[in-house]
T-cell receptor, first 113, second 111 residues
Framework: GAGVSQSPSNKVTEKGKDVELRCDPI?????LYWYRQRLGQGLEFLIY????????KSGLPSDRFSAERTGESVSTLTIQRTQQEDSAVYLC???????????FGPGTRLLVL | QKEVEQNSGPLSVPEGAIASLNCTYS??????FFWYRQYSGKSPELIMS????GDKEDGRFTAQLNKASQYVSLLIRDSQPSDSATYLC???????????FGTGTKLQVIP
């Protein structure tokens, strides 16, 4: 079946602009995670959803970052007033529930000029 | 204190040798343990999951879990250059706690 998809695959934006990243999880997966990975670094947890609620949003770096999820489907991660330090790969993963194996999407590569 | 710790490496092993990757975790009630592999420029992909003490084998890969000592390891037998990647350990503590990833160990298999 279809895996996790993310769009856009690449995004170049200017400092100060807002960006919206999209994640389509595997059908039937109730848990959805967002991570950030800077070049050469590990995964940095941002937020996770169980259904459309977010039990843990402790990883969001600042109030410029927000995320929402519609039911048990699409999620969007929004970064307002982007900064150069926001440049990274943003990975989305979904799992059947929050305790199970996570399946990762291909990521969105964000470059803030 | 980090919740999940891994040696960042790089760990270099010759082709055909056994690569041993280790991970320690801090939460004693952790229940689910995962090993992921991430090639450079790619997304992580699951290698194995393990839930109970002991060994679990899948082909050339063996996961070992010791809950009393709070560590989980991954052995790769007959290492191949194609195994060169970063290996991520992930731990879930149950309840409504999220899965937590370690920072990964970079493995280099030398031909």
């Amino acid at each position: 079946g279809a895996g996790v998809s993310q769009s856009p695959s690449n995004k170049v934006t200017e400092k100060g602009k807002d960006v919206e990243l999209r994640c389509d999880p595997i059908s039937g997966h109730t848990a959805l995670y967002w991570y950030r990975q800077r070049l050469g670094q590990g995964l940095e947890f941002l937020i996770y959803f169980q259904g459309n609620s977010a039990p843990d949003k402790s990883g969001l770096p600042s109030d410029r970052f927000s995320a929402e999820r519609t039911g048990e489907s699409v999620s969007t991660l929004t970064i307002q007033r982007t900064q150069q330090e926001d440049s990274a790969v943003y990975l989305c993963a979904s799992s059947f529930n929050f305790q199970e194996t996570q399946y990762f999407g291909p990521g969105t590569r964000l470059l803030v000029l | 204190q980090k919740e999940v710790e891994q040696n960042s490496g790089p760990l270099s092993v010759p082709e055909g040798a056994i690569a041993s990757l280790n991970c320690t975790y801090s939460d004693r009630v952790s229940q689910s343990f995962f090993w992921y592999r991430q090639y450079s420029g790619k997304s992580p992909e699951l290698i194995m999951s393990i839930y109970s003490n002991g060994d679990k084998e899948d082909g050339r890969f063996t996961a070992q879990l010791n809950k009393a000592s709070q560590y989980v390891s991954l052995l790769i037998r007959d290492s191949q250059p194609s195994d060169s990647a970063t290996y991520l350990c992930a731990v879930n503590s149950g309840g409504y706690q999220k899965v937590t990833f370690g920072t990964g160990t970079k493995l280099q298999v030398i031909p």
